[in-house]
Structure formats: C-alpha cells, structure tokens
C-alpha cells in the first residue's frame, strides 16, 4: 500500500535551515513525481516543489526559489527538501504527495488535484 511519511520539521529563527524528508513506500520512486506543498493556518494548501524522480528534473515556486531545493535518493526512496534562509512566512504544515499517474517522465505540476496520495505532514515554524 502507498505510504508517505514525512520528518524533519521543527522550530527554527528566522535565516535557519531545516531538512524535511519524505519516506516513499508501496511504489517504485523512478516511475513518479513527488512534490511538497504547504499550508499555513487560514490559508489554501501551495505547492512548492516538485521533483521528476526518473531524472531529477525540478520545478518550485517563485517564493522559494533560490532558498529551497528538493532532490531525491531513488536507492532510498526518499525525497528531501532543504530550506534554507527561512521567513516567517515559511511557517506551515509541510506535505508531500505522489503525482497521479505512473509515467518515465510524468509532467511536473504544483497544482494539488494532481496527487493522488499525501503524507500526514510535518510542522515548520519560523520565529524569533
């Protein structure tokens, strides 16, 4: 059975760096993207990254580009996402999800409605 399990959240000040893991099981990592998304209280859920895991081609948001980088270890199935330079505005409950669809090089969208099966998520909160 398909399972996504992320870790690695945490309390952090303002300029920190946290390392989210995603632990990906019941499928083959290679055939799939993975994407990370957010949702702070009162707002809608964002997508923030995602990663083609065949060849590690990637996408993210204009809020996090230059600050966060999503790669994968497809031996491990696992998918990272490293935040670096963290705001206020970073805090949210981070998820990751699986891009509907099995395919060798599945399109890269941050658009929620296509990811099928989502983790249970891991609190980031950036305060001073």
């Known amino acids: 059975q398909v399972q996504l399990v992320e870790s690695g959240g945490g309390s952090v000040q303002p300029g920190g760096s946290l390392r989210l893991s995603c632990a990906a099981s019941?499928?083959?990592?290679?055939?799939?993207?993975i994407g990370w998304f957010r949702q702070a209280p009162g707002k809608e859920r964002e997508g923030v990254s995602c990663?083609?895991?065949?060849?590690?081609?990637?996408d993210y948001a204009d809020s996090v580009k230059g600050r966060f980088t999503i790669s994968r270890d497809n031996a491990k199935n696992t998918v990272y996402l490293q935040m670096n330079s963290l705001k206020p505005e970073d805090t949210a409950v981070y998820y990751c999800?699986?891009?509907?669809?099995?395919?060798?090089?599945?399109?890269?969208?941050?658009?929620?409605?296509?990811?099928?099966?989502w983790g249970q998520g891991t609190q980031v909160t950036v305060s001073s």
């Open positions: 990663i083609r895991s065949s060849d590690g081609t990637t």
């Open positions: 019941g499928f083959i990592l290679d055939y799939y993207a």
């Open positions: 999800a699986r891009r509907r669809g099995a395919s060798v090089r599945p399109a890269l969208t941050l658009i929620t409605t296509e990811y099928d099966y």
